[in-house]
């Protein structure tokens, strides 16, 4: 249980493009989905934070405009990438947290396998 | 605000040795604490963590770790590495809620046949 998928896998685009990454939480109701983005040999900075059915939390010095996050449902969140620049590129990761059965905290993130970006 | 220091970025250690890696945080609110762990390209899996229950915990892989409030410590430890135990670790802290994770630089673990 507590799977999430990621796609693509990987991508390579030209300079210039957007670019969509899906997250899903295929086997539980993800309350909330958090966007990381991990640099060659570091650790994940948090992007943004989107809760299903509202705006997204951006964290200090990410672009809205250019990382558009989009969480129509308990089960999909997606980040485009618009514009996409060679700096763009990064290993970009999802996380999900299942909304707590009875009893629990619901604390726990599940992550994405991620999705390495390449521009050109 | 929270924060996490894992120290040693790269640990290497003999295949049947003892594993022990670093973290120890800072919360201003009761800390739900976690160990990750991240193969090459691949994205982050859950050893264990700690939600205010037993102080001892154990995860998978043989993994566990114990909280000590005192020294604001949560240092994850394994009795006999393996050479599948390759891998970054990554220590994490997050409140109560919604807050999200706050993840420590990652230590690289290598194991010596």
């Known amino acids: 249980g507590a799977v999430v998928s990621q796609h693509p896998s990987w991508v390579i685009c030209k300079s210039g493009t957007s670019v969509k990454i899906e997250c899903r939480s295929l086997?539980?109701?993800?309350?909330?989905m958090f966007w990381y983005r991990q640099f060659p040999k570091q650790s994940l900075m948090l992007m943004a934070t989107?809760?299903?059915?509202?705006?997204?939390?951006?964290e200090q010095g990410v672009e809205k405009d250019k990382f558009l996050i989009n969480h129509a449902s308990l089960t999909l969140s997606t980040l485009t990438v618009t514009s996409a620049h060679p700096e763009d590129s990064s290993f970009y990761i999802c996380?999900?947290?299942?909304?707590?059965?009875?009893?629990?905290?619901?604390?726990?993130?599940?992550f994405g396998p991620g999705t390495r970006l390449l521009v050109l | 605000a929270q924060s996490v220091t894992q120290l040693g970025s790269h640990v290497s250690v003999s295949e049947g040795a003892l594993v022990l890696l670093r973290c120890n945080y800072s919360?201003?609110?009761?800390?739900?604490l976690f160990w990750y762990v991240q193969y090459p390209n691949q994205g982050l899996q859950l050893l264990l963590k700690?939600?205010?229950?037993?102080?001892l915990v154990k995860g998978i892989n043989g993994f566990e770790a114990e909280f000590k409030k005192s020294e604001t410590s949560f240092h994850l430890t394994k009795p006999s590495a393996h050479m599948s135990d390759a891998a970054e670790y990554f220590c994490?802290?997050?409140?109560?809620?919604?807050?999200?994770?706050?993840f420590g630089k990652g230590t690289r673990l290598s194991v010596i046949a």
């Open positions: 989107s809760n299903e059915g509202s705006k997204a939390t951006y």
């Open positions: 700690y939600t205010s229950a037993a102080t």
């Open positions: 086997d539980f109701q993800a309350t909330t």
């Open positions: 996380s999900a947290r299942p909304h707590p059965l009875p009893g629990e905290l619901g604390e726990t993130q599940y």
């Open positions: 994490a802290v997050s409140g109560a809620g919604n807050t999200p994770l706050v």
């Open positions: 919360s201003s609110v009761p800390p739900y």
